[in-house]
């Protein structure tokens, strides 16, 4: 069965999360180092064909007051070179997912220079979990 996976992008970094087959769990799933646009599309893409991904959701990270920044634009790209290499993809709106992933690291005893291997992965679970909560679980 196809597979939802979410992306948490980030300067540095692009956390990852994918559902199970029946499109109702969402794990963290790793990291991906950013280094450039072509080589993220090539591990995405890879991870896209190995899971068999049916969408892939980009976190969108507009502020509560409606303004876009750097993090928007980042996202618009990296949307647009899902599409562009024939993927199904689509933006969702991650607002406090960061946030939600340090309290979450937090609780679990790690400070925050160690939390950074994992909060990203974390991050792209809740932008998933929304998802999937508002679509019922349907893939």
């Known amino acids: ?9 980030g300067a540095r970094r ?3 999360a994918l ?4 499109g ?3 794990s963290p799933f ?14 995405l893409r890879d991870v896209v064909s190995r899971n ?12 509560d007051d409606g303004y876009e920044g750097e993090g928007c634009l980042r996202s618009r790209r990296i949307l647009g070179l899902l599409q562009g290499a024939g993927l199904r993809a689509m ?9 939600q992933a340090y309290e979450v690291t937090r609780r679990h005893g790690m400070d925050r220079r160690k939390s950074k291997a994992v909060k990203d992965s974390i991050a792209a679970s809740f932008i998933l979990s929304s998802y999937l909560a508002d679509r019922g679980g349907n893939v």
């Open 52 to 63: 068999q991904v049916s969408l892939v959701l980009v976190g969108f990270p507009v502020r």
């Open 14 to 16: 692009v956390g990852l």
């Open 24 to 26: 109702i769990i969402a």
């Open 91 to 99: 933006l969702w709106d991650e607002a406090s997912t960061t946030e």
């Open 19 to 22: 559902s199970d087959p029946l």
């Open 1 to 9: 069965m196809p597979r939802i996976l979410a992306l948490d992008p």
């Open 30 to 43: 790793g990291v991906i180092a950013y280094r450039d646009d072509a080589r993220l599309l090539a591990d």
